[in-house]
């Protein structure tokens, strides 16, 4: 990844905004800062949060809180819990997530 045209900044989070995704089942709620080429993410994944999509976009993720299942698009599956992280590139393996007792995500991409 290149990280372009992004000045040194600091975020607090409990400043950004709330937007909220509904999945299948449950809700993904975003703080979003978009800097150049780069969106970084502090997502939190309601308990019973099933994505409604497969996701091809490359990410960095990072467990913080609870524990996530990400299936990939060759049929395995993957558990993370606090500490673990995940990368992958654009248009590498098609995944998607979801968690029963919900999480709280890092996500650079």
């Given at each position: 990844?290149?990280?372009?045209?992004?000045?040194?900044?600091?975020?607090?989070?409990?400043?950004?905004?709330?937007?909220?995704?509904?999945?299948?089942?449950?809700?993904?709620?975003?703080?979003?800062?978009?800097?150049?080429?780069?969106?970084?993410?502090?997502?939190?994944?309601?308990?019973?949060?099933?994505?409604?999509?497969?996701?091809?976009?490359?990410?960095?993720?990072?467990?913080?809180?609870?524990?996530?299942v990400t299936?990939?698009?060759?049929?395995?599956?993957?558990?993370?819990?606090?500490?673990?992280?995940?990368?992958?590139?654009?248009?590498?393996m098609a995944?998607?997530?979801?968690?029963?007792?919900?999480?709280?995500?890092?996500?650079?991409?």
């Amino acid at each position: 990844m290149a990280i372009e045209a992004v000045p040194f900044t600091t975020t607090d989070w409990a400043k950004v905004p709330v937007t909220e995704h509904p999945g299948t089942t449950g809700v993904a709620r975003w703080r979003t800062v978009l800097q150049g080429n780069v969106r970084v993410r502090m997502v939190e994944y309601s308990p019973g949060y099933v994505a409604d999509h497969w996701c091809e976009r490359g990410h960095v993720l990072l467990v913080l809180e609870g524990e996530l299942v990400t299936e990939l698009a060759d049929g395995r599956e993957v558990r993370l819990r606090p500490g673990t992280s995940y990368q992958v590139g654009d248009g590498v393996m098609a995944h998607r997530s979801r968690t029963a007792g919900g999480a709280r995500l890092f996500i650079v991409d």
